[in-house]
């Protein structure tokens, strides 16, 4: 029943994509780079989804839901916007059985359709702010798709915003970046670094893009989910106005944000081993896979399935429904239907079998440690939830130890690439360089600026240019 | 700030729209025959959701998602399913910049790209019964687009479920008609009738569809969600085959079933009047509007909006969380926030002033009936929830009653005219005609087979063709 899976340490790309296919979390479909995303993957992404969007609901934002397809004359009217979507975009020409008279594309975001509709709706100062968020898919198209990296098709959600003032519309950049960055850390167990993106990294349109930067295992970047301050370009271009309380009429303030299915990926990344996946406990869908064991069919229909079934009851009731899996597949061995789970990151395995009936005790085992705990069968569901409160705490510990240990600061160009090649990770350093210098460094070192992080107000020497006075930037090879 | 709504007895058609904008529920988007589903829209369409999915995970089933995009090719292997899809269709001829060499249809239904994964994950007995649903947009071109009931793009659940047994999988299509009736009955208070569609009426590829047929305020029928046997047609189609417990290898049989946003049009229909939408508490929302109302600011801040809040607790603590609208509009005139909560159908208004306060009552307007009952303040959670209980009843009654005294039996083609003409409704009638006959009888009357009743065993003789042995069935003019 094992699925064999590559080890990370001698392919993790394999390894990558073992992990995913033992877990049955997604398949690549028929259409080149889309993807199919299977019951366990969904079921982790509607959990994902369920967490934040109670805090958007939180935080005062509301879903709409607008359209799939986009006038091309739409992409066109924000010069940047058009510039870096249009050569990803998919086309609809023909439909109904005609050609059509303007083609469509299918939304690789949906900042010009939005901006269209809110300026019908936006008169008077009353109507601001508007505070909507959309869950979705979008079509990107990828000649080199990785399942839930990049792929063609993906699902996310965008928030779209629009406000009567510059600094509304800067806090609530910055709020929504907040938002990502806590819900990363307490329910995915990603220790990100928020900050800004650098001028040659930022959306197509903003006037500024804030990330939340993680490290993946093999020590690369991966953007996890981004904000950005939209200033007033699709504003200006889309024409959204509104009456201010002094009577003036003026150009809205727009921002938009959003993750997507690629969080998944960062979970894989982050947290799995070469058994398979390991999911933190607030976003598992399955939290506990419960198994009763024995060979003895009277012992398991009299005993321990009406143990095993109460038991559920018992520990759902503390960790939450639907949330323990009971496996009864008695004619797999033990150790199959053990790897059935380990495989797919379900974090705590309970064993019910004839020595657990005779001490009253249940047995938890660990996914991320593999520590065996017996607990007294009456304790089990205050147990349980205990234990997953320290995996939950763990696995956050050390995918932050990992960053910090694999994060390094240089004040040269040669430092840099010394420390790039032999370690890896993170590297830190001050810099106030170009556009044109970001390029000249990916080019020569494969690193990229991941964002000049927020935290950190520190201003040195630009270890490239030698310009005083400039921010600290984190670069790394990225995703 | 009132929007006119035309009276529903001057211009059905027009007071359906003004209802969907007087609520601001959806906009027609710049694509033509597509939507935009506003907040307050999609807010219902949310809660609808909630509902029906988890019914379909209490019964069992998991979601996933499939591509947006299905070759071409996919949808010619069942022929009867492209013939009724394939004119319907938006094509996508170009992406990433080239012309592509397959064109690929936005899905308007997925039953060919589901069931060409299906084949391959489908190899065993015990790979079965695969129970999988999808919530997601489809698009079918429209040449007479309205807003919610036709629209090019919609959004929907798709189950696609596959078993071992003809048994199974003609159990599991009744089983989720069941599931869908008993949704529309007690939560959207839609009294449908659940039966079998004829020939005519058919989904393209199936054995059988079944169908929830409803009867709008006009009188008119709507059909408001199917489930469809799909025999093997599919299987044998896509090669969805297993390895039986005798060693056999079998095609398996599959189904499918799906509701849509459409169901937003039912309730519009069902239950609202000349005053604007009237949503069933139970799927509303917002299940009350609190408006404390003084122009006294004093009193406002140091007396009124302390109370509200504290209300709005405790009445959220007894029907849910965020389902109270706290109102603080004071720069309008009562009668207008009043009725800006009746435009959007929030099945109940609380209203909290200066007598109110002297008296210790909140005063509760319902808005199906207008009726105004003072409660005392101490006993409003739980009396908001007994009248909230009341407005579900009085409204799932009223809709039934009115389909039944407009629903007439006939037993000739001269009745069948007669009252279909003088009463509208729904006509039933023991029916055995072919295709053809219920074409002929289309063309007549205007009216179609909605459905062969279930609940209905009775057999006589055919009003059309005089054949004997033939079940009843419901006709109607329909959406």
Request: charged share 25%; aromatic share 10%; with cysteine.
């Amino acid at each position: 029943m094992a699925k064999n899976i590559t080890p990370r340490s001698r392919d993790f790309s394999q390894w990558y994509l073992d992990v995913i296919r033992a877990a049955e979390l997604a398949d690549y479909a028929p259409v080149r780079g889309c993807m199919v995303i299977r019951p366990t993957g969904y079921a982790l992404w509607e959990s994902i989804q369920r967490h934040f969007d109670e805090a958007f609901k939180e935080t005062g934002h509301v879903n709409a839901y607008f359209p799939l397809l986009i006038p091309n004359s739409f992409l066109e009217k924000e010069a940047q916007h058009v510039e870096g979507f249009a050569p990803e975009c998919a086309v609809v020409t023909h439909a109904g059985g005609e050609e059509l008279e303007e083609p469509f594309v299918v939304r690789p975001t949906s900042e010009t359709v939005i901006g269209h509709m809110y300026s019908k709706w936006v008169q008077s100062w009353r109507d601001l702010p508007i505070l909507i968020n959309q869950w979705c898919n979008v079509m990107r198209w990828e000649k080199r798709p990785r399942l839930f990296l990049r792929t063609s098709e993906f699902l996310w959600q965008e928030g779209h915003t629009a406000h009567a003032t510059r600094e509304e519309a800067m806090e609530e950049t910055l709020r929504m970046l907040d938002v990502y960055q806590r819900i990363m850390k307490e329910v995915l167990a990603l220790p990100v670094v928020p900050g800004e993106k650098s001028e040659g990294e930022r959306f197509p349109g903003a006037d500024n893009t804030f990330t939340c930067e993680a490290m993946m295992s093999d020590k690369k970047a991966l953007q996890a989910g981004t904000s950005h301050f939209l200033g007033q370009n699709f504003a200006k271009a889309f024409d959204i106005k509104f009456q201010d309380r002094d009577g003036e009429v003026r150009y809205a303030w727009t921002t938009s944000w959003g993750v997507s299915t690629r969080l998944i990926g960062a979970l894989i990344m982050t947290h799995s081993d070469d058994d398979g996946l390991i999911l933190p406990p607030k976003v598992a869908p399955v939290k506990l896979a419960l198994l009763p064991i024995s060979t003895d069919q009277d012992l398991i229909s009299s005993t321990l399935e009406p143990k095993a079934a109460e038991l559920k009851a018992a520990i759902e009731a503390a960790i939450g429904r639907r949330t323990v899996e009971l496996d009864t597949r008695y004619h797999l061995r033990p150790s199959d239907r053990f790897f059935h789970h380990l495989q797919r990151g379900v974090p705590l395995r309970a064993e019910l079998g004839e020595r657990e009936l005779a001490n009253q005790t249940l047995r938890l085992v660990r996914r991320d440690t593999g520590e065996r705990i017996d607990v007294p069968m009456g304790e089990a569901p205050q147990r349980v939830l205990e234990v997953l409160e320290d995996v939950q705490r763990s696995l956050y510990e050390r995918a932050l130890n990992f960053r910090l240990s694999n994060t390094f600061q240089v004040s040269s160009m040669e430092e840099f690439k010394e420390v790039l090649e032999s370690r890896g990770g993170f590297i830190t350093a001050f810099f106030g360089g170009t556009k044109e210098d970001e390029r000249a460094i990916k080019e020569a070192t494969g690193a990229t600026v991941r964002c000049f992080p927020l935290e950190d107000d520190s201003l040195g020497t630009c270890f490239y240019t030698g310009r005083q006075g400039c921010k600290r930037a984190v670069f790394a090879k990225a995703y």
